[in-house]
């Protein structure tokens, strides 16, 4: 038998948390109404104060899963209707909590769902502080909100990081697009580290992002999947990847990343305000 995932776990920081294999909570943010606040059951751990719908790891449960099952279980909120964007760790060493920022991508009928839940409340991001918060959501607040909404949108020159490794790529440039794309795809399950994206919110980040694969001659047609957008350049690539960009940059908040090592490029598009990754850096994260 498994032990039980929803006990208490005495901490090395001398405190006790709630979850044996961590915790999770959903930051749920609609620019029209605000953020989806939720006063927890007196009968909770610090009850009666305001958080985010969340709780405990499940045993092989990812954070991202956890979170999003917990707003469902307590808030009814569709698992459809959320798009993740975006994770901040808390690192105890013995126990980590893991707040997953999402924007709202569908309808969102919220309700309190269990017992768990007392209230639940759409709040501004100016009025948040003057609720009575839970200390650690209190503390982690501030930082949080800076990236509600901001989404990491990675464009991938595919030729130039196509030819950066020598696969066989020149006798089967298509394949070799196949293939990027296929690893590119595992992103949206492991993300990438923020140090990695000079995204600006710190060590303890990771962001999921859009990605679109930029391909120009003879691995033109390669078909998107799940996770990844394929664009096909219709001339030569370099103005597809510029209108691309430009295009991402169109949403300022968003933090648009374009994996390339051409210098002409890179010049382009960080004129419109995009960073740039080296492939190497970029393949290094990938799932091989
Ligand atoms: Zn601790």
Not at 265 to 288: C, D, F, Y
């Amino acid at each position: 038998m498994t032990p039980p995932a929803n006990v208490f776990v005495r901490c090395s920081c001398g405190r006790l948390h709630w979850g044996r294999h961590g915790a999770a909570g959903l930051l749920l943010s609609d620019p029209a109404r605000g953020v989806l606040l939720q006063r927890r059951a007196w009968w909770v751990h610090h009850g009666r104060t305001w958080a985010l719908p969340g709780g405990a790891l499940e045993a092989g449960e990812t954070p991202r899963e956890a979170a999003v099952r917990e707003a469902r279980e307590e808030a009814a909120v569709a698992p459809g209707t959320v798009r993740t964007l975006s994770a901040s760790v808390v690192e105890h060493g013995d126990w980590r909590y893991t707040t997953v920022v999402a924007s709202v991508a569908g309808r969102i009928e919220e309700r309190v769902a269990n017992s768990e839940s007392a209230e639940l409340r759409w709040v501004r991001p100016d009025e948040v502080a003057g609720f009575r918060l839970h200390r650690d959501f209190a503390a982690a607040w501030p930082g949080l909100r800076a990236q509600l909404d901001r989404a990491l949108v990675l464009v991938v020159d595919g030729a130039n990081v196509v030819g950066s490794r020598p696969d066989g790529w020149w006798r089967d440039r298509f394949g070799a697009a196949v293939r990027l794309r296929d690893q590119l795809a595992s992103l949206s399950v492991t993300g990438l580290p923020d140090a990695v994206v000079g995204g600006g919110a710190g060590a303890d980040w990771t962001w999921w992002p859009r990605v679109i694969l930029v391909v120009e001659g003879r691995a033109r047609g390669v078909e998107p999947i799940p996770g990844v957008e394929v664009v096909d350049a219709e001339t030569d690539g370099d103005s597809a990847i510029v209108a691309v960009t430009a295009e991402a940059r169109s949403r300022p908040g968003d933090h648009v990343v374009v994996a390339t090592a051409d210098r002409e490029l890179k010049s382009r598009v960080t004129a419109l305000g995009a960073t740039t990754l080296g492939p190497a850096t970029l393949l290094a994260e990938l799932r091989p």
